[in-house]
């Protein structure tokens, strides 16, 4: 694309230890629920992994190398897709209610947060 990108290697390298961290996390704290319930001691670590890690990072590098003049092309249309995304929260079998409060979207296995997105939309 011909731009000129230069890296924060110090933001990405904290960026890196906290993900490294978090999966650290997971790991160890939900080893012995995981084996319980699937008989499987890193269920939840792959489901982590595959499902949330692999996808942001695709994203990310899809993102990353898009120019910024594409991505405020579109920016208006992003932004009302997810306005529309924080109102199917409160459509029946597509809004996920927990504990008391509609803020998930489920799409088969995949559950997710509509203002997470909208959070990086108005960025």
């Known amino acids: 694309m011909g731009k000129n990108i230069s890296i924060d290697y110090t933001l990405l390298a904290i960026v890196g230890i906290l993900i490294l961290f978090g999966i650290l996390m997971i790991a160890t704290i939900s080893a012995p629920l995981s084996l319980e319930k699937f008989g499987n001691t890193w269920y939840y670590l792959f489901h982590q992994i595959f499902l949330g890690l692999l996808p942001a990072i695709l994203l990310g590098i899809l993102f990353f190398k898009l120019s910024l003049s594409v991505l405020k092309k579109y920016a208006v249309a992003l932004l009302s897709l997810n306005l529309v995304a924080l109102i199917l929260v409160f459509v029946p079998k597509i809004g996920l209610s927990i ?25």
């Not at 489920?106 to 909208?118: A, D, H, N, R, T």
């Open 99 to 123: 504990g008391g409060a509609y803020r998930w979207i489920s799409l088969g296995p995949i559950s997710f947060q509509p203002s997470e997105f909208l959070k990086i939309s108005f960025l």
